[in-house]
T-cell receptor, first 117, second 112 residues
Framework: GAVVSQHPSWVICKSGTSVKIECRSL??????MFWYRQFPKQSLMLMAT?????????EQGVEKDKFLINHASLTLSTLTVTSAHPEDSSFYIC?????????????FGPGTRLTVL | TQLLEQSPQFLSIQEGENLTVYCNSS?????LQWYRQEPGEGPVLLVT?????EVKKLKRLTFQFGDARKDSSLHITAAQTGDTGLYLC????????????FGKGTKLSVKP
C-alpha cells in the first residue's frame, strides 16, 4: 500500500505555544489529505479535509483559526495547533488519498501524540 | 447525520476461536474500507470492498459487503494472538470529497 509519514511522532509543549505537525505522502500524489483527532479508546474524529492548493474544509465544531491547515504541495500537508491548551492534548492522525488509488482509499500516517502542559 | 454502527464494541476470545464483526448503516456507500489499528499507531488498511455482495479474503480474514452496500462484515477464522487490535470500518459516501464515515471500532483481544 501507499506510505504516509507524519512528523513528529510525539511532542510536548507548554500552554500557549504553537505546534506544527507535518504529513507527507512518500510514494504517491495526495490530492486530498485528511486530519483526524483520536481520544483514548475512541474512534477517529475527522477535523478537516484539505485539497492541494485550496483552503481546507473544516468539520462542524472545529475552529479553523486554532487548527491551521496548509496543503501547498501534492506530498505535504501541515496542521498547526495555535495557542495550544491542555484540552488540545490528543492523538492527531493524517491520511492521504489521490488519483490512482483504489476507490476512496485513505492511507494513514503513524500519528502524532500531542501533550500540552 | 450519517452513521456507521459497528458491533460488538469489545470482543475477548481464546486463540483458535472464530469471530465476526459487523458494520451497519442506513446509508449507501460507494465503497467500504476495513482498517486495523494498534495502540499509538495509525490505522492500517486491510481491504476495500466496492461491489454489493462482494467477498474478499485476506488469509484468515473474510470481508463481505452487503448486497445493498449498506453493511459489511469481517469474519476471522481461528483467531491468533497477533489478531489483537482495534478494527475499524469506514464507509465512503458518494459525492463526498472521499470523506470516510468511521464506525466506533471493535477492540479485539485474543488470548493464548
Amino acid at each position: 500500500g501507499a506510505v504516509v509519514s507524519q512528523h513528529p511522532s510525539w511532542v510536548i509543549c507548554k500552554s500557549g505555544t504553537s505546534v506544527k505537525i507535518e504529513c507527507r505522502s512518500l510514494d504517491f500524489q495526495a490530492t486530498t489529505m485528511f486530519w483526524y483527532r483520536q481520544f483514548p479508546k475512541q474512534s477517529l474524529m475527522l477535523m478537516a479535509t484539505s485539497n492541494e492548493g485550496s483552503k481546507a474544509t473544516y468539520e462542524q465544531g472545529v475552529e479553523k483559526d486554532k487548527f491551521l491547515i496548509n496543503h501547498a504541495s501534492l506530498t505535504l500537508s501541515t496542521l498547526t495547533v495555535t495557542s495550544a491548551h491542555p484540552e488540545d492534548s490528543s492523538f492527531y492522525i493524517c491520511s492521504a488519498s489521490g488519483p490512482g488509488l483504489y476507490y476512496n482509499e485513505q492511507f494513514f500516517g503513524p500519528g502524532t501524540r500531542l501533550t500540552v502542559l | 447525520t450519517q452513521l456507521l454502527e459497528q458491533s460488538p464494541q469489545f470482543l475477548s476470545i481464546q486463540e483458535g476461536e472464530n469471530l465476526t464483526v459487523y458494520c451497519n448503516s442506513s446509508s449507501v456507500f460507494s465503497s467500504l474500507q476495513w482498517y486495523r489499528q494498534e495502540p499509538g499507531e495509525g490505522p492500517v488498511l486491510l481491504v476495500t470492498v466496492v461491489t454489493g455482495g462482494e467477498v474478499k479474503k485476506l488469509k484468515r480474514l473474510t470481508f463481505q459487503f452487503g448486497d445493498a452496500r449498506k453493511d459489511s462484515s469481517l469474519h476471522i477464522t481461528a483467531a491468533q494472538t497477533g489478531d489483537t487490535g482495534l478494527y475499524l470500518c469506514a464507509g465512503a459516501v458518494s459525492g463526498s470529497q472521499g470523506n470516510l464515515i468511521f464506525g466506533k471500532g471493535t477492540k479485539l483481544s485474543v488470548k493464548p
